[in-house]
């Protein structure tokens, strides 16, 4: 049996090796031998000699919460660092706010790549026409801001006077939330700072266009693993020490 959200190939491989066999608790007390076999939002698949059992989330353990956790957001990583791996090999480039900076010493006129980043906002600080560009304020691995990404709100030219189709992109971005890490991928293209290299045809800086998006970790998701490892370790001294964090009572007197 399979489920479509269990990784494969190398990436199960990679999870077998910290999803060990272990005794699962939950909230009832009750416990349950098994592996871990993949999970979602709300529910997770623990496998015991060949079957698949599904538990909801809301009744694991704190500490099994954060176990959960954890193995999620390495199998995240995973794809993540594959798909480095791939553009990279495609002859695809990281970038960054300060790489940027130095077009076109360092990076190439409608160089593809891709940036890591933490959004923080909307920006029309580098919008050259509002009506046909989204911009974006993130900050990236270097905790350096940048302000140069743009969206085409249309995937057609404007000037071709048909029928616009609209950008999937430019709707998703207006769903983000503030400290939301996410990859853009896309290019950078030559910009003027003024008349005078616009009229020489020598371009002093760049724009990064972002065709696609990932999300790497919502603010959200953040949150919710912080608060996991949080639960999970003030469980693991209450059992050290057999009193409740909550009320300074002994265990034993709740």
């Known amino acids: ?10 990436f ?20 349950f031998d098994g592996d871990y076999y993949s999970s979602g939002t709300t529910a997770v698949v623990i496998r015991n000699n060949g079957t698949n059992y599904i538990f909801k989330m809301a009744d694991l353990s704190a500490n099994d919460l954060a176990y959960v956790s954890k193995i999620q957001a390495y199998q995240k990583q995973l794809r993540l660092d594959a798909e480095v791996k791939q553009m990279a090999q ?24 891709w940036m890591d980043v933490t959004f923080n906002d909307l920006s029309q600080n580098e919008v050259e026409a509002s009506e046909l560009e989204v ?17 085409f709100k249309q995937l057609n030219r404007p000037e071709l006077n048909t029928p616009a189709v609209p950008n999937p ?7 983000f939330k503030h400290g939301d890490k996410i990859r853009l991928i896309g290019h950078c293209y030559p910009k003027f700072s003024d008349s005078i ?5 020598t371009p002093d800086r760049a724009g990064f266009l972002v065709e696609k998006i990932e999300i790497i970790e919502t603010a959200a998701e953040k949150k919710a693993r912080e608060q996991a490892e949080q639960q999970a370790e003030q ?8 009193i409740d964090s909550a009320t300074g009572l002994p265990l034993n007197q709740k």
């Open 1 to 10: 049996m399979k489920t479509k959200i269990c990784l494969l190939g190398t």
């Open 12 to 31: 199960a491989i990679a999870t077998l090796a910290i999803a060990a066999p272990q005794t699962w608790t939950f909230t009832t007390g009750k416990t």
């Open 90 to 113: 495609a002859g695809l480039m990281e970038f960054s706010a300060k790489l940027v900076e130095h077009f076109p010493e360092k990076v190439l006129p409608y160089q593809k790549g």
């Open 135 to 151: 911009g974006l304020f993130v900050t990236d691995k270097n905790d350096d801001s940048f302000f140069s990404a743009t969206i």
């Open 169 to 175: 992109l430019a709707t998703t971005v207006l769903n």
């Open 197 to 201: 290299h616009e009229a020489a045809g």
């Open 235 to 242: 469980q693991a001294s209450q059992q050290s020490t057999g």
